[in-house]
């Protein structure tokens, strides 16, 4: 059964930095892609960033370009959202979420940057339930 679960968040300094985990299981992630969102109050759930599991390529939001990473390490089945310079405003409740997509390969570059941080593009059961991000001094 496909089963991923974050973890990793915290309080953090404005400019400071933290690094969730997307923890995966019952799938072979080298066929799925992980999309990592957060959900501040209020909000509507953001997709910020992308990392597709076929050829390790990886996508991000203009709102976080430059300050978060996306990695994977194979041996832990885990997928990390480094995020570095920390705001305010980043302040939310940060989810990942997977979807199968080893058969979608006929998606252009352009439109799968799109797909992959739309929250409808994966399936209710695929999501974790989240770890709190607060930024604040």
């Known amino acids: 059964q496909v089963h991923v679960v974050e973890s990793g968040g915290g309080l953090v300094q404005p400019g400071g930095s933290l690094r969730l985990s997307c923890v995966t299981s019952?799938?072979?992630?080298?066929?799925?892609?992980i999309g990592w969102f957060r959900q501040a109050p209020g909000e509507e759930r953001e997709g910020i960033a992308c990392?597709?599991?076929?050829?390790?390529?990886?996508y991000y939001s203009d709102s976080v370009t430059g300050r978060f990473t996306v990695s994977r390490d194979n041996a832990e089945n885990t997928v990390y959202l480094q995020m570095d310079s920390l705001k305010p405003e980043d302040t939310a409740v940060y989810y990942c979420?997977?979807?199968?997509?080893?058969?979608?390969?006929?998606?252009?570059?352009?439109?799968?940057?799109?797909?992959?941080?739309?929250?409808?593009?994966?399936?209710?059961?695929?999501w974790g339930k989240g770890t709190q991000v607060t930024v604040s001094s």
């Open positions: 979420a997977t979807r199968y997509v080893a058969s979608e390969g006929f998606w252009s570059e352009t439109t799968y940057r799109g797909l992959c941080k739309n929250p409808n593009y994966y399936a209710t059961e695929n």
């Open positions: 019952g799938f072979k992630l080298d066929y799925y892609n």
């Open positions: 990392f597709r599991g076929t050829d390790g390529s990886t």
